[in-house]
């Protein structure tokens, strides 16, 4: 079965600067990867998610980068906030519609002022 | 974004005896997922449950276990049986909407004594 790998697993920045978090899944044909943030004691929210048939996909500070041949996607954070401080899961899935999803081990991202 | 109502939110249980979770969703979905969250740790999917059959569990989780029951496109129970401590941990539901991005429940978070 499908087996995602994702680091590092704690990530610690300045204020203002970029986070990268990256990973990787054995399953070729998976085809769907999200990002989820999780703040402590709180739900999992998507944060960004990007299809096989996309290389990258951006939402304002937020960028997601996809390479199909290496089978690994990465989180890549701008001009980070205190806010943006929580645990990150990256996942994958396959097929069409609802299907399961296999997460990461999760990045514990902290972001100093 | 989906409405999925979980309870409880959290107990706190004996050893040896059982807690049934219910997810309640603000409409109807063919699917809805079990996942658990070890402390300080990743989700991991316990079962698949579709309305009108039995659900479908991941290697390592069985139904004696963890049985669920899916009376319909709304609604789903988990139950957690002869629990020890190891089975402290935080039980999601999910859903998707619009089978295009999955959606968790605020969590169940169990401690068993």
């Known amino acids: 079965g499908e087996n995602v790998e994702q680091h590092p697993s704690t990530l610690s920045v300045q204020e203002g600067d970029s986070a990268v978090i990256k990973c990787t899944y054995s399953?070729?044909?998976?085809?769907?990867f999200p990002w989820y943030k999780q703040e402590l004691g709180k739900r999992p929210q998507l944060i960004i998610d990007i299809r096989s048939n996309v290389g990258e996909k951006k939402d304002q500070r937020i960028a997601v980068t996809l390479n199909k041949t290496a089978k690994h996607f990465s989180l890549h954070i701008t001009e980070t906030q205190p806010e943006d401080s929580a645990v990150y899961f990256c996942?994958?899935?396959w097929g069409q519609g609802a299907q399961k999803l296999v997460f990461g081990q999760g990045t514990r991202l902290t972001i100093n002022p | 974004s989906a409405v999925i109502s979980q309870k409880p939110s959290r107990d706190i249980c004996q050893r040896g005896t059982s807690l049934t979770i219910q997810c309640q969703v603000d409409s109807q979905v063919t699917m809805m997922f079990w996942y658990r969250q070890q402390p300080g740790q990743s989700l991991t999917l316990i079962a698949t449950a579709n309305q009108g059959s039995e659900a479908t569990y991941e290697s390592g989780f069985v139904i004696d276990k963890f049985p669920i029951s899916r009376p319909n496109l709304t609604f789903s129970t988990l139950t957690v049986s002869n629990m020890s401590p190891e089975d402290s941990s935080i039980y999601l539901c999910s859903v998707w909407r619009g089978n295009t991005e999955a959606f968790f429940g605020q969590g169940t978070r169990l401690t068993v004594v």
């Open positions: 996942a994958a899935s």
């Open positions: 399953d070729s044909a998976s085809n769907y």
